[in-house]
């Protein structure tokens, strides 16, 4: 079930998984069978996953990742460490709720090794849900799922620029202004880029040319530092590299803002008391600025 979600088609996950076609259909009409329920429709040649197998499918991906996390405390227990912990976050919490409790965390437990990963709420939900990731800091996906969502802070967007941009200096830029200048917008799928194009959707506005896609801040803040394009970031993030000379902001208020942004686990996973503690840390520990 897990390789057809990854590889799309019957043939491909079979080859995945070094098996044939016929075995691997085999295998699903098994499992059709234990549970009672087909999981699939039969489209011509392909098949295509129902409501039953969407459903499966969530239950699998959880299992899945109950077994890597006890591959990894299994690992470090081998090792002789006192554990890991493995935590994602976007970008908005990372200079202000993360740091600080990583900060006490690694002083309540020194010998404590932990993996830190920073990138949007859709990436960083895949990586919980395929185990990889304990405890994300981040935003629920539409349609939530098997998850533990406690929120930590809303968060406000700014259009952001070079410190020299003609935009930096105007007064009250309407949106005309903002949109005749080159975007670097983050990829399809985060909430950031929702926020964005529906803004350029209530003004009747198509997005604009020569689009530049990154789910990378750090990519997108060169960029912006170094020519006459502009984009969008969590008001907090702004604020800091704007104290340290590197972005002007746009004085733009967006119409929309983001969701509220907290600690998500998966309600169907055991988690560790390494992992716990931190989460304790994240919702003791006051927001703190650049």
């Not at 799928?189 to 964005?196: D, F, N, Q, T």
Request: proline residues 5%; positive net charge.
């Amino acid at each position: 079930m897990l390789a057809i979600d990854e590889h799309r088609t019957l043939g491909a996950a079979a080859s995945s998984l070094g098996m044939t076609q016929p075995a691997a259909t085999k295998m699903l009409h098994e499992l059709e069978q234990s549970l009672g329920q087909q999981l699939f429709e039969r489209v011509g040649r392909t098949i295509q996953m129902n409501a039953a197998g969407r459903c499966a499918l969530l239950s699998f991906r959880g299992m899945r990742g109950t077994l890597e996390q006890l591959h990894r405390e299994l690992h470090e227990l081998k090792l002789g460490s006192s554990g890991r912990v493995s935590v994602g976050s976007i970008m908005a919490a990372s200079p202000t709720y993360l740091t600080g409790a990583i900060e006490k965390l690694m002083r309540d437990l020194p010998l404590l090794s932990i993996n830190i990963a920073v990138g949007t709420s859709d990436e960083l939900m895949g990586r919980l849900d395929d185990g990889e990731l304990d405890a994300v800091i981040g935003r629920v996906p539409p349609g939530g799922g098997a998850y533990i969502f406690r929120p930590l802070a809303e968060e406000d967007i700014a259009v952001v620029c070079a410190p020299g941009h003609p935009l930096a200096k105007v007064r009250n830029p309407s949106f005309e202004q903002i949109s005749q200048f080159p975007w670097v917008f983050q990829q399809e799928g985060s909430p950031m880029r929702e926020v964005v194009a529906q803004e350029f959707r209530e003004h009747h506005a198509a997005l604009p040319r020569g689009l530049l896609e990154t789910s990378s801040t750090l990519i997108t803040v060169h960029l912006i530092s170094r020519t006459q394009m502009i984009s969008a970031l969590p008001q907090s993030v702004a604020k800091g590299f704007s104290k340290k000379g590197m972005l002007g902001i746009v004085k733009y208020r967006m119409r929309n803002r983001l969701a509220s942004y907290g600690s998500v686990t998966r309600s169907d996973r055991p988690m560790s008391e390494q992992a716990a503690h931190f989460l304790q840390l994240v919702h003791k520990t006051p927001r703190a600025d650049w």
